[in-house]
Every structure is written in C-alpha cells, then in structure tokens.
C-alpha cells in the first residue's frame, strides 16, 4: 500500500469514528449543562471550596471565578513545583527554578502545556501526576465552562445570569472529563502504553544480541492516565521530553490514530452541544460545517507538501520523512500536525521543525487562525462564535440592516467586545516576537538564522499566545527571557480574551430576542458557513500574512 493511500484512509477512519461519538457526546455534554441534580461526590466539593452551586452568577461574578480559581491554581503548581525537591516522590530531582516554575505553572494553568524542560529528567511522579495531570483536567474544565456560559447568553434573555462557574467546573471535571479519561487509559495501556510507578530503570544498550556495555536510565510512570487527559483536554504536555514520538507514549500506529480521535473528540462535540442548548440543532450543524471545512482542507495541504517530492532524498523517502517517526509516516504525522495546530493541543508525534518550509507555515497559521477548527476544549467553540458574531456585522454592513445572530442583536457593545477579542492574542504574539528579535539577549537562543530562525521565534510567540505549546524545537526556550515572556504570554491569551467572552454573553443574555424577519440571515444554511470561513481567512491573512511573509513563506518560496 501507499504512504499517500494510508494517510487518506487513516484519515477517513478517524472522520468515521468521530462521526459516530458525535451525536451522543454532544446530547451527554448538553444534559450535563442542563440539569438541576448534583451528585453526591460533586457536593462534596461544593462543601469543601465553599461554593453554592445554585447561585446564578452574572459575568463580573463569574469572571472573578474564573480569574480566582486560575490564580490559586497557578500559585499552587508553582509551590509543588519549587518544594519538589523537599517532598517525597521526587526520584531524587531537585525543585524547579523560578523562571521555569512560572512557565510551567503559567502553561498548565492556561491549558498551553509548552514545556521548556524534558519531564523525564526533571519531574517526579508528585509533580507530574499531583500538578501537571490535575491540572490538565482543570484547565479543560474551566475552557469548557467559559464556552457553556456564552451559550447560555445566546440561549436566555432578560436577565444577566450565565449559569454557576463552580457547578459547571466540577460537573465537566466529573461527568464530562474523569469517565472518558479513565476509559481512554484504559485503551492507551492495552496498546502498549506504560502505566506505573516504579521508579528509574537502568537499561543497557544491545546491537544484534551483543551488550554495548552501555546504560541508559529510564523512568517509569502514570503515563496512560496523564497522555489520555493530554490529549482529550486539548492540554498537550507530554509526560515524557519526545512527547508522543515516544514509545512509551505512543506506541503505535493505532496508539496515533486514537490520540488524534481524542484530541478532536470533545471540540467537534461541543457543536452539538451548542445547537441543543439553544435549542437549535441545525446551527451547530453550520459551526461544525465550519469547523471541518478547514480542519480537512489544511490536512489535505499539509499531506500535500509533505508528501511532494523535491530533490532525491525525499523521493528516496517517499516524502519529507525528517523529523518523523518511521511507525508513523507521513500521513499519520501529518494529520496529527494538523490536528494538534488546530486545537489548543500542542502535542506533537514529529519535530516541527523540520517539516518543509510550506508545512511549517500551515502549522502557524492553524494556530493563527485562534485555533478555532475545532479548536480547544471550549476555548474552540466560543471562538469560533465570536468569528460569527464577526461575520454576521461584516453582512449586515453589506445590505446596511442591523445585523443579527440567534435572534440576538448584534450592537456597538456587542461588536466592541468581539473586535477587542480577535485583536488582543495577535497584539500578544506579534508584540513579544518584535521584542524577541529587536533584543540581543534573546537572539542568543537561535539555533538558526534567517527565515527559519524568524520561524522559531514566531512559532514560539504564537503557541504560547494562542495557548498551543507545540515548538519549533530549534529554539533554546529555556533561558530567564523565554521562560518569562512565553508565561506572561500564555495568560495574556487565555485569560484577557475570557473577559470579553463573558462580557459579551452577559450583554446578550439581558437582551429580549428579536424574531426572523425576511431580511434575516440564515446562519443556518452552507451560505453562512461560506461566509464564516471566508471571514476567517481574510481576518486572520489582514493580521499575520506579513510575518509570514519573513519566514516560513520565504523559506517555502526558497527550497
């Protein structure tokens, strides 16, 4: 068989299986946001943190939520971070430095993952399991509940109330995250995946039978549970330096095509969700028309340069195999590219940076686009409703009508609070990238010069703002500049952009609902989602086509 014929039937295999938990996970999803009932374990946390979990919260009261819970949550990974070496369960690791604990608590805590240290020479099990796995869990849970709170402002009116931060938290944690976790180790270890706590091994190194009289240590761990919340929560931190080019995280062709199903599992799903909760399946239907019209059309271009055969060595190869795992291949390496660039995931099964000039571009702009197609656990959707939001005005100006989205109309306010969301990542990103390139210390950690070394430093900006954590892995990340910018980075982009997210569903919530008229917009219908794409593109080449420019396209434009 083909390298070009396996890709495209892996591809099809996953579109299959996720067309089929589509329906289910999204009516699950929408039933958990809905109810009235608590559980019992759920009320026990409630008891615990001191919540009451039927009080509705208006945005500012649930914005505070969210900004207090992520606080105490980054001071808490930093503290577990810098004691590591005074607690138990540090295999004998010494505590984290600052810049680096920052970074680290930093990424988690905003659902980034960017790692800038390898976590099997540098973390115990107490940190990676008791920090950076919970968190995982929490950093989803919060995207979700975010998401789930601008539909209520879509879905009610006349009132300001989206809903209780602390019941949404813990009941996407519990009912949502926890069981599909748990079922997906499960799957993750019978493929081979390790799953343990024993400790560091010495291994020795063998050629044909024959001891190289070498030893190698290696770690064990709670690597199953932590790779299935990784990848499910659109987190992205591996457990292990390689990621999931790991063996011992990704061990097989099927292992792959399971992680990329989990990562794109829950962001497609939430379409569904929306469209119940609204009371409206069909627009759903058109936000995930969306969502997988540009997810199948960058995977088809990344497949594409890739697998283009320039120069003997590729054609040798049967494509641009440097940098990938040969369990792998193109195609499978490819799609996960894709699908980790185009969520919030930022896991990786091959070294980026080696990817053609063209490929590297299309990973950057996947994250460029906001990460929207399906992007993150929540952060995906409720993006991809702003761009709605943005896409509606863009056709009321057309026909000079007061546009409208849902029966909500689409105001000054509205627009403004929209306008400052799509605005505030890329002045994150392009703002520290000026300031990275401008300095001499930074400059200092390039491996590389020129279009590619622009490339790195470009990437590096754009995962940590648009809260990816994949690497161009040619920059020296972990110096005191990187590790302080990218953290401040992470938080600027994942928490200013909740604030006119919530803003903005506390505005339409108090509106009364407008009702259809003939001159209203189907937003239902493929003409609104060819709209929808269409502003997407535009908004987002207007923003970063010319630092693209400088880097991966020139470089593309020179092979």
Not at 181 to 194: D, K, P
Not at 400 to 418: N, S, W
């Given at each position: ?433 000026a300031l990275a390139m401008a300095l001499p210390t930074p400059g200092h950690s390039m491996s590389n010069g020129g279009a590619h070394?622009f490339s790195e430093v470009l990437y590096a900006y754009t995962s940590a703002g648009n809260n990816n954590g994949s690497a161009f ?87």
């Amino acid at each position: 068989m083909s390298p070009v014929l396996a890709g495209v039937l892996q591809l099809l295999a996953l579109v299959a299986a996720l067309a089929l938990a589509y329906r289910p996970l999204g009516d699950h999803m929408a039933r958990v946001y809905s109810s009235k009932k608590h559980y019992a374990p759920e009320k026990w946390i409630y008891k615990a943190v001191g919540a009451n979990p039927n009080a509705e919260m208006r945005w500012p009261a649930y914005l505070r939520s969210v900004l207090a819970f992520s606080a105490v949550s980054v001071l808490f990974l930093y503290l577990l971070q810098r004691l590591q070496g005074h607690l138990p369960g540090s295999l004998g690791f010494v505590s984290i430095k600052p810049d680096q604990a920052f970074n680290t608590a930093a990424s988690f805590v905003s659902n980034t993952n960017w790692q800038s240290y390898a976590g099997e020479q540098a973390m115990g099990p107490l940190v990676q399991t008791g920090g950076l796995a919970v968190q995982n869990f929490l950093s989803a849970a919060v995207g979700m509940a975010v998401a789930v709170a601008l539909v209520r402002g879509f879905a009610r009116s006349r009132t300001g109330e989206l809903g209780n931060f602390w019941s949404d938290l813990v009941r996407g944690t519990v009912r949502i995250l926890l069981p599909l976790a748990a079922i997906a180790a499960v799957v993750l270890v019978a493929c081979g995946v390790i799953q343990n706590f024993s400790g560091i091994h010495e291994v020795g190194q063998f050629v044909n039978g024959h001891s190289l009289g070498v030893k190698q240590q290696w770690n064990g761990g709670a690597v199953a549970s932590q790779e299935a919340i990784k990848e499910l929560g659109t987190n992205g931190g591996g457990y292990f330096n390689a990621n999931s080019a790991h063996p011992f995280e990704n061990p097989t062709p099927f292992s792959n095509l399971f992680e990329i199903f989990l990562i794109l599992l829950i962001p497609f799903a939430l379409t569904r969700t929306f469209g119940r909760m609204i009371g409206s399946v069909r627009q759903g239907y058109a936000i995930l028309a969306t969502m997988v019209t540009i997810w199948l059309g960058f995977t088809a271009l990344m497949m594409w340069t890739e697998f283009s055969h320039h120069g003997p060595a590729l054609q040798a190869a049967g494509g641009a195999m440097e940098g990938k795992e040969a369990r792998f291949g193109i195609g499978a390496s490819a799609i996960f590219s894709v699908a980790t660039t185009l969520t919030s995931t930022g896991a990786v099964n091959s070294f980026h940076s080696s990817y053609t000039g063209l490929g590297g571009g299309i990973q950057l702009l996947g994250m460029q686009l906001g990460e929207i197609a399906p992007g993150g656990v929540g952060s995906g959707l409720y993006g991809m409703l702003i761009m709605a939001i943005i896409a509606v005005f863009i056709a009321g100006l057309m026909v000079g009508r007061t546009p409208e989205y849902l029966g909500k109309k689409i105001g000054t306010r509205q627009i403004k609070f929209a306008a400052c969301y799509i605005l505030i990542t890329p002045a994150v990103v392009l703002g520290f990238t000026a300031l990275a390139m401008a300095l001499p210390t930074p400059g200092h950690s390039m491996s590389n010069g020129g279009a590619h070394g622009f490339s790195e430093v470009l990437y590096a900006y754009t995962s940590a703002g648009n809260n990816n954590g994949s690497a161009f892995a040619g920059l020296n990340a972990n110096t005191q500049w990187f590790n302080t910018t990218t953290g401040l980075a992470m938080l600027l982009g994942r928490f200013l952009p909740m604030v006119f997210v919530l803003a903005l569903a506390g505005s339409l919530a108090q509106q009364q609902p407008v009702p259809a008229t003939a001159g209203t917009l189907r937003t239902e219908k493929p003409l609104f989602t060819f709209l929808l794409v269409g502003t997407i593109v535009i908004v987002t080449g207007l923003t970063y086509f010319p630092a693209l420019a400088l880097g991966p396209l020139a470089e593309g434009l020179a092979s």
